[in-house]
């Protein structure tokens, strides 16, 4: 048996160049891909150490100090556990500044109509103290908190009546 040997053909001055810059080409174009998947789960850091994320950005406007805000959130711990919720009940008004500072932090970057992921180190929720016996001390907390509806404070006091007392003339 006698094997024939088919000569090669020598390859084309560059040809090798463009297959390596092909290469990388491609390299880069999957790496590209790649990040921008996941730019949309990066969270943001505010100087405190709040980190918030846009799950759906909304388009109103976002709450001050001085608004009452209408929301459902559920609240996480770390390992998942869920702590509080909204769904499946009312939507829950409280004033902005009524709540721990990470939660009013967040809100205030937050847009009407829109729902966001809060994650809350230990020294803007509960700190070393904990909660009621169900948030742990030193615990980070995660809520999704979808933002419904703003108001000023001073419809709440419209809404409640006029002011009771004395005051006479």
């Known amino acids: 048996m006698s094997v024939t040997a088919v000569p090669l053909r020598?390859?084309?001055?560059?040809?090798?160049?463009?297959?390596?810059?092909?290469?990388?080409?491609?390299?880069?174009?999957?790496v590209g891909l790649a990040w921008a998947g996941t730019s949309g789960q990066q969270m943001t850091t505010t100087a405190s150490g709040l980190k918030?994320?846009?799950?759906?950005e909304g388009t109103g406007p976002s709450p001050t100090t001085t608004d009452i805000v209408l929301v459902h959130y559920t609240g996480r711990l770390?390992?998942?556990?869920?702590?509080d919720t909204s769904q499946g009940k009312q939507p829950v008004p409280f004033p902005v500044t009524g709540?721990?500072?990470?939660f009013t932090e967040g809100l205030q970057m937050?847009?009407?109509g829109g729902t966001y992921r809060l994650r809350i180190?230990?020294?803007?929720?509960?700190?070393?103290?904990?909660?009621?016996?169900?948030?742990?001390?030193?615990?980070?907390?995660e809520f999704d908190i979808q933002l419904l509806d703003i108001a000023p404070q001073s419809a709440l006091q419209g809404m409640m009546g006029p002011p009771q007392g004395g005051g006479g003339r």
């Open 52 to 56: 918030l994320q846009a799950i759906e």
């Open 110 to 112: 937050m847009k009407k």
């Open 78 to 83: 770390e390992d998942g556990t869920v702590f």
């Open 99 to 102: 709540v721990i500072p990470g």
């Open 10 to 30: 020598p390859i084309a001055k560059g040809s090798v160049t463009k297959l390596w810059i092909g290469l990388a080409a491609l390299s880069l174009g999957a």
């Open 121 to 141: 180190p230990p020294d803007l929720a509960y700190g070393p103290q904990g909660a009621g016996g169900v948030i742990p001390p030193n615990a980070t907390l």
